[in-house]
């Protein structure tokens, strides 16, 4: 910022601001959603890659998913794990999705029934790496 005039940076900002406000585009009810229904604290949040579905992972241990759109309703939870979920990934498309928790363990899940498929043991680390 050497050398700009301050007052001339900060009208550019503004009115930068301005120009995203107005296109801003979204199906919510609202700018701001106050997700209810974990007992504890959110620890991973992802979106599926259609972006119709939210996921958030919880030191209650569990997975909720939420229907992205005008009201975000949650309308499964997956149930399974023994300690805090730390992470929460989508696969390739947006029917399955995998949670890490802190209890070593590593859960593949079917988003519509949530079903637990898959449960991978002895794992250090807790953290799901996506290539998307």
Known sequence: MTGMNTSTTLANFEEQ??????????SLSSSTMHLTGHKG????????????????????????????????ENFNALVG??????????????????????????GYWDVCTGERIKKLMGHEIMCIFSSA
Not at 17 to 26: C, G, V, Y
Not at 45 to 52: E, Q
């Open 17 to 26: 601001q301005e120009d995203n406000e107005a296109i801003r585009t979204s």
């Open 41 to 72: 604290s959110v620890y991973s949040l992802s979106f599926s890659p259609d972006g119709s579905i939210l996921a958030s992972g919880s030191f209650d241990m569990t997975c909720l998913l939420w229907s992205y759109g005008s009201n975000c």
């Open 81 to 106: 794990h023994k300690n805090a979920i730390l992470d929460v990934k989508f696969g390739g498309d947006s029917d399955f999705c995998a949670t890490a928790s802190a209890d070593h363990t590593l």
